[in-house]
């Protein structure tokens, strides 16, 4: 529906509450518990959108300067690479959505045509969704799976370390290979319009409700996951799980990771890679996907066309990778 009925794409916000809470009902599951998580969840994200919108607010002139300055310092291809690949990394440290904050304000200063504007963003996305998952403090789905499998905090660099680092510097070079440079006359001679206080606190709302409503969808669809995916082999689960397009991956994480496999690391990083990668396919699949789509205006249909076929080669070339090496 987002993509092919207008109404529905400029309030997305409220139709996917409308299928969450659709979800919960259907699915005999809400309760004062789910409600009280899902008013509670979403609280420090909007917060930190909010927060992030002020302090961009007051200090966008020496930001504007200083990426321009970094940008004109070294050939423009390789920034893009640069950005693409030190955020990917980074955000195991900052977390994904501080990381997603940052490449709005980078993006928004560099002012390049829409296509190359909406193809740096989704490329970002899908290194920042990969990176933040290499420590327990980059997103939820790293947090959760770190304390369902109870283990140490390097334990998922040590797991998908290998895999996930070479995917962001691949990210990267995609980035500098197919985004076309900006005209630097032009692009200087443009000003940042600032944006207001009510814009400022409206995303953050949209955001909270964002939050709200994949809160209600991975809720409605636990019962069915419990009932008919948990005892899938890994290989199939990995390309179920690209449900995590359009539903909160920490929920499904949750779901399908237990203590039980502890001794079976393969099948964790099957899952965890096919949740990962999936995410950055459309919109609603991660945090940073929301945050950089909202503030950018970037519809369900812009991103879908370029994100889902480099997800979709994503994950191909992730499942030769977990078939051969495992």
């Known amino acids: 529906?987002?993509?092919?009925?207008?109404?529905?794409?400029?309030?997305?916000?409220?139709?996917?509450?409308?299928?969450?809470?659709?979800?919960?009902?259907?699915?005999?599951v809400l309760d004062k518990e789910l409600i009280s998580k899902a008013l509670v969840d979403p609280v420090n994200i909007t917060l930190a959108v909010i927060v992030a919108?002020?302090?961009?607010?007051?200090?966008?002139?020496?930001?504007?300067?200083?990426?321009?300055?970094?940008?004109?310092?070294?050939?423009?291809?390789?920034?893009?690479?640069?950005?693409v690949i030190v955020l990917g990394l980074i955000s195991s440290v900052i977390t994904a959505i501080i990381a997603a904050i940052v490449l709005v304000a980078i993006v928004s200063v560099l002012?390049?045509?829409?296509?190359?504007?909406?193809?740096?963003?989704?490329?970002?996305?899908?290194?920042i969704g990969l990176g933040a998952a290499l420590t327990p403090i980059g997103e939820p789905l790293s947090t959760i799976a770190t304390s369902k499998l109870n283990e140490d905090f390097f334990y998922l660099f040590h797991l998908i370390g290998p895999d996930v680092i070479p995917g962001v510097i691949i990210f990267g070079i995609l980035a500098a290979v197919m985004i076309k440079p900006v005209n630097e006359t032009n692009r200087m001679s443009i000003d940042q319009d600032t944006e207001s206080y009510t814009e400022i606190i409206i995303r953050g709302f949209k955001v909270y409700l964002f939050v709200m409503a994949l809160?209600?969808?991975?809720?409605?669809?636990?019962?069915?996951?419990?009932?008919?995916?948990?005892?899938?082999d890994h290989l199939v689960l990995f390309w179920i799980n690209m449900i995590s397009a359009v539903l909160d991956n920490a929920t499904l994480a949750a779901a399908e990771i237990s203590p039980a496999m502890a001794d079976d690391p393969a099948k964790i990083k099957a899952i965890l890679l096919g949740l990962l990668i999936s995410g950055g396919m459309l919109i609603p699949g991660n945090i940073p996907n929301i945050i950089a789509a909202g503030k950018l205006k970037i519809t369900s249909l812009e991103w879908a066309r370029f994100g889902v076929p480099v997800?979709?080669?994503?994950?191909?070339?992730?499942?030769?990778?977990?078939?051969?090496v495992g």
């Open 1 to 28: 529906m987002p993509f092919t009925i207008k109404v529905v794409e400029r309030n997305l916000e409220v139709f996917l509450f409308i299928m969450g809470v659709s979800a919960v009902i259907i699915s005999q």
């Open 53 to 83: 919108g002020l302090i961009f607010r007051w200090l966008q002139n020496p930001m504007e300067k200083g990426i321009r300055g970094m940008s004109k310092a070294m050939p423009f291809r390789l920034f893009l690479a640069l950005v």
């Open 111 to 127: 002012r390049l045509d829409r296509k190359s504007e909406i193809r740096l963003v989704i490329l970002a996305c899908f290194s």
């Open 215 to 232: 809160t209600l969808l991975g809720a409605g669809f636990e019962p069915f996951i419990e009932n008919y995916l948990l005892d899938l």
């Open 311 to 324: 997800g979709l080669v994503a994950m191909i070339a992730y499942f030769i990778v977990i078939i051969l």
